[in-house]
Structures are given as C-alpha cells and as structure tokens.
C-alpha cells in the first residue's frame, strides 16, 4: 500500500522568511497530492492540491511542486506570516480517494 | 454551504466503557470518510461510506469499533469496550463521490481513555 513520509517534523522560520515542506510518496498510481492546514483544535483544511499531471501550481504564497519520476512533492510557502503558524499534512492519494498522510509538519513563524 | 458537522467535540472516559461519535456530513455529498488522529500523527483512514454502504473497512478494529451510516447521510462510529491507545482525535470527513473531489474534514471528536 501507499506510504507517505514528510520532513521536516519541526520548522521554524522569521516572519517574511520562506518555508519548504517536503513529502515522498511509495505508490507510484497515486495521482492526487493534496496539502492540509491544520490549527490547534481543529479539523485538517485543504490549503492546495496537485494532480500527476501538473508539475507545478501556485495560489497566493502557496505553490506545491510535483516530481513524478523522484515520486515526491513538496509545499512552499513565501513571505511566512503568523497566522501561517499551523501543523501542515501532505497526502497522497488515486483519484483522491482514502487519503494516505504524512506525519505532519509543525510550522513556527516567528514575527 | 453548512461544514462537515461532528459532536461531541470532547468525551472523557473510562476504559471498557462504550462512546459514540456522530457526523453529519456536507449536504448532497455521497461520501463519507471516518479518520483516527493519534496525537503528533497524520489521520488514518478507519472506515469509508459510499451512500449507505461500506466501501472499505480494512482498517477499522472491528472487535471494538463499528460505524454505521443507515439512510446515507448521517454516521455514527461506536467503540465499545474502549481502550487507553483509542485515545485520538476522531476526524469525519466527506465528498462529493468517491473520485475527483475535494475531501472535507470536520472539527473532530477529541476522546480521553482513562
């Protein structure tokens, strides 16, 4: 079965700063890779997703990048602000059915 | 459009006792998704409804835990007897079909087992 793993656990950046969180993915059928937002208390909040057959996609300070040949993505995050301050999951996914997800990234933006 | 809906929102018990947790899904979405969240983890997938029917449960300890989602909207996902490692956070979650959507999380259910 699919396993995701994400790096790093912790990741503390000044505010303004960029932050890269990355994921590398097992199964190589998946073909939906989705990032989560989650805040203290709770549930996870789609922030971006990526489909196999887009290498890039940007919205805002996000932008998720895809390298289906390496098999992981990665999540980017310019000019930080506190309210970016969260835990973030990657997932992955075939046709975005049962979500397999990574161990979670706690993001620390400092002002 | 109204979220995905989960109570209670925290539960403390004892463990061997039973609890149940309810989800009411977003409207019009066929389906539903229940995910265990243990602290420092990523959600893992427990059971998925399509509709009313069971789509997959490979993952749900079924000696403790059931689920059910009887008309097609709302579900229940029951453990009895719990344990002290049923400690999570119980995460619903739904969509609009099986393939092609966005997956929607609830607040989710903090359980206690002591």
């Known amino acids: 079965g699919e396993n995701v793993e994400q790096h790093p656990s912790t990741l503390s950046v000044q505010e303004g700063d960029s932050a890269v969180i990355k994921c590398t993915y097992s199964?190589?059928?998946?073909?939906?890779f989705p990032w989560y937002k989650q805040e203290l208390g709770k549930g996870p909040q789609l922030i971006i997703d990526?489909?196999?057959?887009?290498g890039e996609k940007k919205d805002q300070r996000i932008a998720v990048t895809l390298n289906k040949t390496a098999k992981h993505f990665s999540l980017h995050i310019t000019e930080t602000q506190p309210e970016d301050s969260a835990v973030y999951f990657c997932?992955?996914?075939?046709?975005?059915?049962?979500?397999?997800f990574g161990t979670g990234t706690r993001l620390q933006v400092f002002p | 459009e109204a979220g995905v809906a989960q109570s209670p929102r925290y539960k403390i018990i004892e463990k061997r006792q039973s609890v149940a947790f309810w989800c009411n899904p977003i409207?019009?979405?066929?389906?539903l998704y229940w995910y265990q969240q243990i602290l420092g983890q990523g959600p893992k997938l427990l059971i998925q409804?399509?509709?009313?029917?069971?789509?997959?449960d490979s993952q749900l300890p079924k000696d403790r835990f059931s689920a059910e989602r009887l008309k097609g909207v709302d579900s229940t996902l029951k453990i009895q007897p719990a344990k002290l490692e049923d400690s999570a956070v119980y995460l619903c979650?739904?969509?609009?079909?099986?393939?092609?959507?966005?997956?929607?999380f609830g607040e989710g259910s903090w359980l206690t087992v002591v």
């Open positions: 979650a739904s969509s609009r079909q099986i393939s092609g959507n966005t997956i929607y």
């Open positions: 199964d190589s059928a998946s073909n939906y």
């Open positions: 990526i489909r196999s057959n887009v």
């Open positions: 997932a992955a996914s075939l046709n975005t059915d049962k979500l397999i």
């Open positions: 409207s019009g979405h066929a389906t």
């Open positions: 409804f399509q509709n009313n029917g069971v789509v997959d």
